[in-house]
């Protein structure tokens, strides 16, 4: 079988969506493996601008199938929507999109309860995008959780009554409280369970078996990025699930071996949405230029993204954890802003081993170390090929490969699926 991956190597938003779409020609299917409605995807192609939250991005390609896989978490409310807001084009989503029957549901009280459990930590919040993403991945782990091959028992109603009172006895006793119609919700809930089982729901690892012996080609799309993964992020200021390849696998039944290229994607720049440490974070006017030029505001959720410079300590980390084989830059395109241009080499780590990705990566714990370099200072974002590129532009990248050891492959100057260059 030739299963690609596709993850993100920072904090999230480094622009799967964008390459998913654009490397989804050379490929039949295209299957996210963890995450749920806390991603938010975007696409940009003929004028029109698409963020996706559960549903894979190779939904807009005629000849694609998109799965769901097992690993993922599905609000069946925000499913209904976004199929409602996909109606209006020409897809054949009954047919082109699949849902593992083992991916679990988000049930309306998991969402109360990762409100509820965020307002009770007050300063120490994570940050949630309060889509019940922990909550539910906590119900999946302890054995309570309710999969979508449930919705077609005859006895599943029954199922999510037991949960949900279990989750309202938690609610209640938090000392904090918010306010809920749950006969509202659940209403909301069941329509949108109806829609949801209109869809083909299948056994998602045989599936793909069998595309493996047919000779199939699978792009596996992460959600999130490395530093939010489970284990190997900045906890507690993670997500609930594991971000990095080897979700690919237990998010999809695929072996390890069946992996062959690994595409990691960096912004040409860090930014992070929601609480937690950030070295090169900047807080002067370069960091608000960043963030209004890049545009950087999250796609679920409309928050500010916090802005910094490149992480090349954190970036060789998550390259190692994914046994990464091409790379994939964003956004340089809103570094032609800037008359220098910083990028963190190394650590001033207190206990002095300052090229590793330390245990704490607070601000008292680390100073980052920057090279600086002139800026290009010109517009890229129409350019169309690697040798038309400024000649400090490649140094940048010249720079980056050098240190990381692994080729950039593709390198992104514009949101839109044409602003894209292959090298
Ligand atoms: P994802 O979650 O990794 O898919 O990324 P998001 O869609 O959340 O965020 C990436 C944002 O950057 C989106 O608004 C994209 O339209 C935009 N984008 C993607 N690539 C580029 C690029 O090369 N340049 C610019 N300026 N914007 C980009
Ligand atoms: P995509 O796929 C950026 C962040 C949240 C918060 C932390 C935990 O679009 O890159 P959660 O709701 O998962 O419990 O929140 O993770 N986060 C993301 N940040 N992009 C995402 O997804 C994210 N999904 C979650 O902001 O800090
Ligand atoms: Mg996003």
């Not at 030739?2 to 490929?27: P, R």
């Not at 679990?104 to 007050?122: N, V």
């Not at 974070?281 to 959720?301: C, L, P, R, Y």
């Not at 002139?374 to 010249?398: A, R």
């Amino acid at each position: 079988m030739s299963v690609d991956l596709i993850l993100g190597l920072q904090w999230g938003d480094e622009g799967k969506g964008k390459i998913v779409d654009f490397l989804t020609d050379s490929y039949e299917i295209i299957a996210r493996f963890q995450g749920g409605p806390n991603a938010g995807h975007t696409l940009e192609f003929d004028g029109i601008k698409h963020v996706l939250h559960t549903i894979p991005s190779g939904i807009f390609h005629s000849k694609v199938e998109n799965l769901i896989g097992n690993g993922v978490v599905i609000d069946p409310v925000i499913f209904k929507k976004e199929i409602e807001n996909l109606n209006q084009f020409e897809i054949d989503l009954y047919s082109k999109l699949l849902i593992s029957n083992k991916a679990h549901i988000i049930l309306p009280t998991h969402k109360i309860l990762d409100a509820t459990s965020e307002i009770s930590k007050g300063k120490s919040k994570i940050g949630s995008t309060l889509r019940g993403i922990g909550p539910t991945y906590m119900d999946k782990t302890g054995r309570n959780g309710i999969r979508v091959g449930d919705i077609f028992e005859k006895n599943w109603e029954e199922k999510y009554d037991l949960l949900c009172k279990k989750h309202l006895k938690i609610i209640n006793s938090y000392e904090k409280k918010i306010e809920f119609n749950l006969e509202k919700i659940n209403e909301e809930f069941f329509e949108a369970v109806k829609k949801l089982k209109q869809f083909k729901v299948i056994n998602s690892q045989f599936y793909l078996s069998n595309a493996k012996k047919s000779g199939k080609k699978i792009l596996a799309e992460g959600a999130q990025g490395t530093l939010l993964d489970i284990d190997f992020g900045t906890y507690p200021y993670v997500t609930s699930s594991t971000t990095t390849a080897a979700g690919a696998c237990t998010g999809l039944g695929i072996a390890p071996k069946d992996i062959n290229e690994v595409y990691g994607i960096f912004k040409a720049y860090t930014t992070r949405v929601g609480s937690g440490p950030f070295p090169t974070e900047i807080n002067d006017k370069d960091g608000e230029i960043m963030a209004k030029v890049g545009n950087e505001f999250g796609s679920t959720t409309g928050r500010a993204r916090r802005c910094g410079w490149l992480d090349l300590v954190a970036l060789k980390y998550a390259i190692q954890i994914n046994g990464v084989t091409q790379l994939v830059m964003m956004k340089g395109d809103v570094l032609s802003n800037f008359k220098k241009i910083k990028i963190c080499t190394s650590y001033n780590n207190k206990d002095n081993s300052n090229d590793v990705f330390p245990f704490n990566l607070s601000k008292n714990e680390i100073i980052p170390i920057y090279t600086e370099f002139p800026g290009w200072e010109k517009d890229i974002s129409n350019i169309t090929s690697e040798n038309e590129l400024p000649k400090k532009f490649m140094n940048y990248i010249n720079f980056i490969e050098k240190e990381l050891k692994i080729p950039i492959k593709i390198i992104s100057v514009g949101p839109d699926r044409k602003q894209t260059i292959f090298r």
